[in-house]
Every structure is written in C-alpha cells, then in structure tokens.
T-cell receptor, first 115, second 113 residues
Framework: ETGVTQSPTHLIKTRGQQVTLRCSSQ?????VSWYQQALGQGPQFIFQ???????GRGNFPPRFSGLQFPNYSSELNVNALELDDSALYLC??????????????FGPGTRLTVL | AQSVTQPDIHITVSEGASLELRCNYS??????LFWYVQSPGQGLQLLLK??????LVQGIKGFEAEFKRSQSSFNLRKPSVHWSDAAEYFC???????????FGAGTRLTVKP
C-alpha cells in the first residue's frame, strides 16, 4: 500500500478521442511522475511535475499533457488517441524536491485500451 | 542517455532455490540503480536502490543486489525463493532529478512448488 491512488482502473476509448487519467498522491508529495507501460515492456517516462510546474519530459508528443494541483492530485491528458496509446499508465509520487535519490511511490495504474 | 538491459525475459525456479536476476546498464556517469517488483494488477514496489558506497545493497523481502562497475551490472539475488516472489522484476537506472528513469523490459519470475 503506497498511498497513491489512480482512477479509473480501466478505460476503453476509440481512436481520435481524448482521455484524462487521474492520480492522487500522498499528502506532502510535491513531485509526481507519469509513465506509460506497454504490454510486455518496462515503464517509459512521460513527464514529471514539481509544485505544479513541468520538470522534465520524455520522448512523448505534445498531445500528452499534464497538470498538477495544490491538493497533491494530478492529471494526465492524452488527445487524439492512437491505437499505440493502449497501455498501463502509472503515476509515481515522491516527497519534496525532485531527486534521483528519492523513493518514488507508484500507484496501481490505469489500463487504457484504444479501439 | 542511460539504458538498461535485462537479458532474461522469463525465469523459472523451484521454491527454496536461490535466484539471480541479471541487469546491465549503460550510463556515462555514476548511475543511480533500482530494482522494482510488480505483481499482477499492482503498481511497482521498490525493492532496493544503489547510489554510492557499499556495492552490496540489502533490500526488502530478503533481496540484495551487487553493483559491479567493471561489468556495468546490478544483479538481484535472493538465497531462497518463496512462492509469493512470483512477479515481474524491473531494473532501472536514474538520471539527475529522477526525471528520466529508464527501465528494463523486465524479467518474469515463475516459482515452481
């Protein structure tokens, strides 16, 4: 039990639609990262937020965007969904300022299927 | 950029046997190395991490890992596997500020009774 929750658990969308995934971090966790995990692969870094500002981005197009809110919740938005966006989306939070030494606490993920 | 290779896609061991999962990394500077475990339907749980100091790192659930710079490896070990250890294991290498952590493709562990 990491204290990080994600909603919804599962989601089915069609190509071209837009989706919003939500994450609720532990109180006091100012850093949140989002990852995409395709079937049979390891997670891939999408982006990170610290105190509501983007703090780094992986190799994902601009149609992947995010928001972080003062109440330690965050969102991942994906526009113009493509079939390849089907994956498990994970959020991970950590305490304080972003640091390579800080432990990330992962949520259980949202399984997105794009038809 | 940093990268991680986990050479074994799937490993099967008998309960009570020893376990070693391999991880090789590529990174120009001193790496920050992690092992995570993922059970079905669950998120990733940190088993252990290495940043500096003693190259043998102890983690949770009886796991340990050894950092070998000369071999660019960070292999995970456990002396006696339990059936509850069956899961997917991921090795990861972190960069500055942890904002581009690279994961390997994972090794799926099956435990035979």
């Amino acid at each position: 039990e990491t204290g990080v929750t994600q909603s919804p658990t599962h989601l089915i969308k069609t190509r071209g639609q837009q989706v919003t995934l939500r994450c609720s971090s532990q109180s006091g966790h100012n850093t949140v990262s989002w990852y995409q995990q395709a079937l049979g692969q390891g997670p891939q870094f999408i982006f990170q937020y610290y105190r509501e500002e983007e703090n780094g981005r992986g190799n994902f197009p601009p149609r992947f965007s995010g928001l972080q809110f003062p109440n330690y919740s965050s969102e991942l938005n994906v526009n113009a969904l493509e079939l390849d966006d089907s994956a498990l989306y994970l959020c991970a939070s950590s305490l304080g300022r972003p640091s390579s030494t800080d432990t990330q606490y992962f949520g259980p993920g949202t399984r997105l299927t794009v038809l | 950029a940093q990268s991680v290779t986990q050479p074994d896609i799937h490993i099967t061991v008998s309960e009570g046997a020893s376990l070693e999962l391999r991880c090789n990394y590529s990174y120009g500077a001193t790496p920050y190395l992690f092992w995570y475990v993922q059970s079905p339907g669950q998120g990733l749980q940190l088993l252990l991490k290495y940043f500096s100091g003693d190259t043998l790192v102890q983690g949770i659930k009886g796991f340990e890992a050894e950092f070998k710079r000369s071999q660019s490896s960070f292999n995970l070990r456990k002396p006696s596997v339990h059936w509850s250890d069956a899961a997917e294991y991921f090795c990861a290498v972190g960069a500055r500020n942890n904002n581009d952590m690279r994961f390997g493709a994972g090794t799926r562990l099956t435990v035979k009774p």
